[in-house]
């Protein structure tokens, strides 16, 4: 196969897209494309099943795969629910190579409209972040991070401390106790 890509590109099943992904951070739109797609295997899949086109237990796991990933994705866009365990990265890694490998075949057929194209770059952008990160923090890191500043902040304007004021929050927890013992 030839690697058509070009710098700063990379090529996802026959789809060129800039390397990163340029919707890599619209975690909204990236979850309400997973939605889709896991409404759609829902939808769909039981029907290829009844017309034995699909194995039950192909359609169950795929149905089970996006599930996770949905699950994920509200997680990391809402912080509701739990992180999906990760044991089963490499199935979310190939059910999302399946989708692109569809969305290339689709596209070489018909060729890319808009709509095709955002769905294309948002399944990219899922895919990417399922990589592994060098050198830098991953989406479920700095979800994890948002997650406990946004509890902090809800914390400590319930409880009538400045969440922008370091000193004044300090200052309230006993911090001023270490300037008072020196100058003393």
Known sequence: MIDLAGPNER?????????????RGDHHAILDQARQMLATRKRKLPYL?????????????Q??????IVEDWEWIVTGKGQRACSTNYQDRKDQLDQSLSTIAEIAKENGFDEKLERQAQLVIAMR?????????????????????????????????????????????????HAVQKYAA
Do not use: C
């Not at 149905?63 to 996770?68: D, E, G, L, R, S």
């Open 11 to 23: 090529d996802w099943m026959g789809i060129i897209s800039p390397e990163p992904p340029t919707l």
């Open 63 to 68: 149905i089970a795969i996006f599930t996770f």
């Open 128 to 176: 990417w972040h399922l990589e592994k990160k060098h050198f830098r923090k991953d989406v479920y890191w700095l979800a994890a991070t948002t997650h406990e500043l946004r509890n902090q902040a809800k914390f400590r304007i319930h409880n009538g401390t400045n969440a922008l004021d370091p000193i004044t929050d300090n200052n309230r927890r006993g911090g001023h």
């Open 49 to 61: 099943v009844h017309q034995r086109k699909m194995k039950k237990q192909d359609a169950d796991h």
